[in-house]
């Protein structure tokens, strides 16, 4: 069974800018979940979204965003980038919803913010 | 609120020696609790995990954890720790239902020859 993917792994963006990743789920897994992992801040969570509805969002400004299509793959979205955003941005995956569930997670996507 | 409390950031140890990572946690209610390693450039893995049930759980790689509810402790253990042992390691909690997972800071395990 094929793990979770993320593309791209690694993003130059410039500040102002606006980006898009985009997270595959484990085949069958019906949640996925974004993290942000900084040195400063650690993990944090940035929303989960489960059947196409966002289930739950972390303390993030609006300038984060995501969806999930009808085939489970998620993107998020971050507009007008500031050099602050410079991150590893994790996605992961479960069966179902919740924080109690196992989650998988994936490589990572590395943007870097000039 | 649910918090995690990782006390050591870094844990010098040697080749087959045993080694402890200490995860704190608080929470209202009754909670979920996990271990995840993280080796360069990659993603988060799961070490193991207690749900509920023996406060001993046992994980991959000879890893055991044990949930001390009296003292809201979920503390990491290897009896003979391996050079690839080297990595972050992430305690976690969750208290179930729609909350989502809360991380501690991590604890970079440094395994030297």
């Known amino acids: 069974k094929a793990g979770v993917t993320q593309t791209p792994r690694y993003l130059i963006k410039t500040r102002g800018q606006q980006v898009t990743l985009s997270c595959s789920p484990i085949?069958?897994?019906?949640?996925v979940s974004w993290y942000q992992q900084t040195p400063g801040q650690g993990l944090q969570f940035l929303f989960e979204y489960f059947s196409e509805t966002q289930r739950n969002k972390g303390n993030f400004p609006g300038r984060f965003s995501g969806r999930q299509f009808s085939n489970s793959r998620s993107e998020m979205n971050v507009s007008t980038l500031e050099l602050g955003d410079s991150a590893l941005y994790l996605c992961?995956?479960?069966?179902?919803?919740?924080?109690?569930?196992?989650?998988?997670f994936g490589p990572g996507t590395r943007l870097t913010v000039l | 609120a649910q918090s995690v409390t990782q006390l050591d950031s870094q844990v010098p140890v040697f080749e087959e020696a045993p080694v402890e990572l200490r995860c704190n946690y608080s929470?209202?209610?009754?909670?979920?609790l996990f271990w995840y390693v993280q080796y360069p450039n990659q993603g988060l893995q799961l070490l193991l995990k207690y749900l509920s049930g023996s406060t001993l759980v046992k994980g991959i790689n000879g890893f055991e954890a044990e949930f001390n509810k009296s003292q809201t402790s979920f503390h990491l253990r290897k009896p003979s720790v391996h050079i690839s042992d080297t990595a972050e390691y992430f305690c976690a909690v969750s208290d179930g239902g729609r909350r989502a997972l809360t991380f501690g800071s991590g604890t970079r395990l440094q395994v030297q020859p």
């Open positions: 085949s069958g897994h019906r949640s």
């Open positions: 929470s209202s209610v009754s909670v979920y």
């Open positions: 992961a995956s479960s069966l179902v919803a919740g924080g109690g569930n196992e989650q998988f």
